[in-house]
């Protein structure tokens, strides 16, 4: 089954305050589609539902990267690419630049948008947990204004968010605080790009006197959405790293990750690989930390 382009209506209002004024106007008949990596392959595969789109695409407003002496704002149609070539960022915030060089091929980098990986909402994002190791705030806009959360806080579901009907995303806001971290991410899949990850894991830690003194372990494809992984973070926080506390760790993601059974993984064998990840993410820590 192929797609049918007279099922479905495009605009391109071509301004910030066009998108949104159309959005009060019809709230939830209009779905944006910013670099439609997603919806063009349900589209030519004759799987998309959504009969209206307004296009995202050259609005000028949406696609920034403003670093400053404390943070990033990243606009929500920033590509991929402009992330992996905006050197200042890379070097503050190597996680996410990191996973940016995992999103497909590098055509699929210069469409797909971070706000667009986000609201997309797949439980195997590449770009989430990076984010939720970094303590990301995401900003949404309406014709009513604008309001931020933890972007630990947006996904509820499986591809559900707190986005109302007349809301954008607008923004990534992270703080410029994890120079001194020891920072860790790892993807498993068939491919380390061109191919989803069957589990993610990014973490950051600090470590003081041989204790970890702060802890951040953020997951892709453990559940239904991408986490933290807050009990297994409390399992570790405050104790040294020892094999007692490796065991303790692993018994906690086990216990606490929920993925599911899918063509590219088992839910069992997410879990073993979401448990050995954050047992090499806590050894090198271990190792570091040991070096004069």
Excluded at 189 to 195: E, N
Excluded at 271 to 283: D, I, K, P, S, Y
Aim: proline fraction near 4%.
């Amino acid at each position: 089954m192929r797609g049918n382009c007279e099922a479905h209506e495009l605009i391109a209002p071509g301004s910030l305050r066009g998108v949104l004024e159309l959005l009060a106007a019809e709230p939830g008949v209009w779905t944006p589609i910013a670099g439609g990596t997603e919806i063009m392959v349900a589209y030519a595969a004759g799987r998309l539902n959504l009969a209206k789109l307004v296009s995202l695409w050259g609005i000028s407003e949406l696609r920034f990267i403003r670093v400053t002496a404390d943070s990033v704002a990243i606009g929500a149609g920033a590509t991929f690419i402009d992330l992996r070539r905006h050197a200042e960022f890379c070097e503050s915030w190597p996680l996410l630049a990191k996973a940016a060089s995992w999103i497909g091929s590098i055509a699929n980098q210069s469409r797909a948008t971070l706000g667009g990986n986000l609201v997309n909402g797949s439980p195997a994002a590449d770009s989430s947990p990076a984010l939720l190791v970094y303590d990301a705030e995401i900003e949404m806009i309406s014709v009513r204004g604008s309001r931020r959360i933890p972007y630990r806080e947006f996904h509820t579901g499986y591809k559900r968010n707190l986005l109302a009907l007349d809301e954008l995303v607008y923004a990534l806001h992270m703080p410029r605080r994890f120079s001194r971290h020891k920072q860790y991410i790892r993807k498993v899949g068939t491919r380390r790009a061109m191919a989803i990850s069957k589990v993610a894991v990014a973490g950051t830690a600090l470590m003081d006197d041989g204790i970890v003194s702060e802890i951040r372990l953020g997951a892709a494809s453990l559940a239904a959405f991408p986490t933290r992984l807050r009990k297994t973070e409390q399992v570790v926080i405050g104790r040294p790293i020892t094999r007692e506390l490796v065991a303790a760790a692993q018994e906690a993601l086990l216990a606490e990750a929920a993925p599911i059974d899918d063509i590219r993984s088992t839910a069992e064998y997410r879990r073993r690989v979401g448990a050995n990840l954050v047992t090499e993410f806590l050894m090198e820590l271990a190792r570091k930390d040991a070096k004069p």
